[in-house]
């Protein structure tokens, strides 16, 4: 993904405003195709640094923060907030898509939130820009049936779930993202072809849509719901086929 009209407005916004005050600009979350449109925009720049946070290092969600080259920049420029949200979900569990749909309904935007990090039964805790932090703790009330209460947390309480990971090995007759694709996910390769047809699958957060799309090592094969297949080693059979390994996430 390039940056589109809407965003590239926006990003002349923060680099006029770093440069005119000399001073540190910070976005708010971008997704993670906008935050490499714009990480590649600026790395063409001279005069302009850059860094990300969203919080936690495999954060999917960042605030870019631009500035001068002239002036001092790290992560710690980039202001967060972790808020808890508590309540009891042992009985009406609440996925990711749940604790968003509650906090975008007390009116907040899609930008002004980064990761929810789902805790089981125990809730979920929650990536926002500082300013709308005591917003969030008095408007959202409940998740799904449950009620709940939410509070500003020190950062030693982040909780990031571990990712759970399954080595695999496959070989194919080529590196096509349907071949690879179905294999790491464990799906036939017809339902492959088709979430890729229908925009459901990204390489590397990209949207790709030809299933003969030819990855390599390291490549990330993201589906919604479904995890992310990371491509490892690669190497050629006596056999002229592709022996691959595949790490999944889920």
């Not at 405003?17 to 490499?36: C, G, I, K, N």
């Not at 925009?41 to 870019?64: F, I, K, N």
């Not at 399954?166 to 080529?174: D, F, H, Q, Y």
Request: hydrophobic share 45%.
């Amino acid at each position: 993904m390039g940056l589109t009209p809407e965003l590239r407005a926006r990003l002349e916004d923060w680099l006029d405003r770093a440069e005119r005050t000399w001073q540190v600009v910070v976005s708010d979350f971008l997704s993670p195709p906008e935050a490499l449109a714009v990480q590649a925009h600026c790395d063409r720049l001279s005069t302009v640094q850059w860094c990300t946070w969203g919080g936690y290092p495999q954060a999917e969600r960042v605030r870019v923060a631009v500035a001068p080259t002239d002036i001092p920049l790290a992560v710690t420029d980039v202001p967060l907030t972790l808020l808890g949200v508590a309540g009891n979900f042992l009985f009406d569990p609440a996925s990711h898509r749940d604790f968003l749909g509650a906090i975008l309904g007390t009116g907040l935007v899609r930008e002004k939130v980064g990761d929810i990090l789902v805790l089981g039964e125990r809730g979920a805790q929650v990536l926002v820009v500082p300013e709308l932090a005591d917003f969030l703790c008095t408007h959202l009330t409940q998740v799904r049936s449950v009620p709940v209460t939410v509070s500003p947390l020190p950062w030693e309480e982040l909780r990031v779930p571990e990712p759970r990971t399954k080595n695999l090995t496959t070989v194919e007759a080529s590196l096509r993202l349907d071949a690879l694709g179905s294999a790491g996910f464990g799906l036939s390769r017809a339902k492959m072809v088709d979430w890729i047809k229908q925009g459901e699958v990204r390489v590397n957060w990209q949207t790709i849509t030809q299933p003969s799309h030819a990855l390599k090592t390291g490549d990330a094969i993201v589906i919604r719901g479904k995890g992310r297949v990371v491509v490892g080693a690669i190497t050629l059979t006596k056999k002229d086929r592709y022996r691959v390994d595949l790490t999944r996430f889920s």
